[in-house]
């Protein structure tokens, strides 16, 4: 019996992933001691990765060949995403991404067993130029999901600290906001996040446009896909130089992140399921 093929083997790291979060959402505070309970959620992560990517190689190298699609990018970035903030939580005061960063790649997970994708080229996935521009796109996207989501945490931190966001004191939320590091803090941690996300979106975005021919095997066309790319690069130079120039930060600075990551999802997951899903097309 293959077990790799099994559903059950298919819904595992969702498994995983759900189990966490309910450990997450339900366990009492942390008390005694931290560093212990800290500990075993990030091997509890590491597990459900490891599972999470196990899975993901098995949906995207078939037997019949190299499968992909909108469903498979998605899990693919939620996955990049997550090991990034595993890595960088063991040196950064991030933890209030976790839950978040987790439920991400719970519902992505989910997806290839739904939408199986379409088979590619053998050809385009055999060149190595293709392969590195691959996981260079994949590896930007998920830093930069990372980022949207710390933006959305520092939304609604921003509008706590203003009182436009009704808490109630003493419970979960009032908790998970105070232990949060300064906006400050996490607005510095956004930019960093940015930064590198943005120096391999540059490279994704301009190896595409001069070597289409050599990495699709056809020539440049501006698409759907190369269209919204530009835009979201375009947006995130805009708000990495207005940060430089005029220190631009805040509700401003959080409102064009998330415009600029929904050109960025629209450009390499909305254009691959208009594809798959609404035209019914590979």
């Known amino acids: 019996m293959d077990i790799l093929g099994h559903p059950a083997y ?23 001691n931290p560093s212990e309970s ?49 890595f960088q939580s063991w040196f950064l005061p991030i933890s209030s991404l976790r839950w978040l960063a987790v439920l991400f790649a719970f519902a992505c997970s989910l997806l290839p067993s739904v939408f199986p994708g379409t088979l590619i080229s053998p050809r385009a996935v055999s060149d190595p130029w293709f392969k590195g521009h691959f996981i260079v796109a994949t590896i930007s996207v998920g830093l930069l999901s990372l980022a949207a989501m710390h933006a959305m945490l520092m939304s609604i931190q921003d509008r706590a600290l203003h009182r436009q966001l009704a808490i109630v004191p003493n419970s979960r939320v009032a908790h998970w906001l ?17 930064y590198v996300g943005f120096a391999l979106l540059s490279l994704t975005v301009f190896s595409g446009l001069l070597f289409s021919q ?9 698409d759907h896909k190369t269209i919204f790319a530009l835009v979201s690069w375009f947006l995130f130079a805009g708000l990495l130089l207005a940060r ?14 998330l415009s600029a990551y929904f050109a960025l999802l ?17």
């Open 214 to 222: 050599t990495l699709f095997g056809r020539p440049l066309v501006f």
């Open 10 to 32: 298919e819904l595992l790291p969702s498994a995983l992933y759900l189990l966490l979060l309910l450990f997450l959402s339900f366990s009492p505070k942390e008390k005694g």
């Open 266 to 282: 629209l450009a390499y997951v909305g254009s691959r399921f208009v594809l798959e899903v609404i035209l019914q097309r590979a």
């Open 38 to 86: 800290s500990t075993l959620i990030q091997a509890f992560i590491l597990l459900a990765l490891l599972a999470h990517g196990l899975q993901l190689h098995d949906s995207v190298f078939t037997p019949q060949g190299f499968v992909f699609g909108f469903a498979q990018d998605l899990s693919l970035i939620a996955w990049v995403g997550l090991a990034f903030y595993w």
């Open 244 to 257: 430089r120039r005029v220190g631009l930060r805040g509700r401003a600075a959080i409102r064009w992140v």
């Open 178 to 194: 105070e232990d949060l590091p300064p906006l400050m803090t996490m607005e510095s941690l956004l930019f960093n996040l940015l």
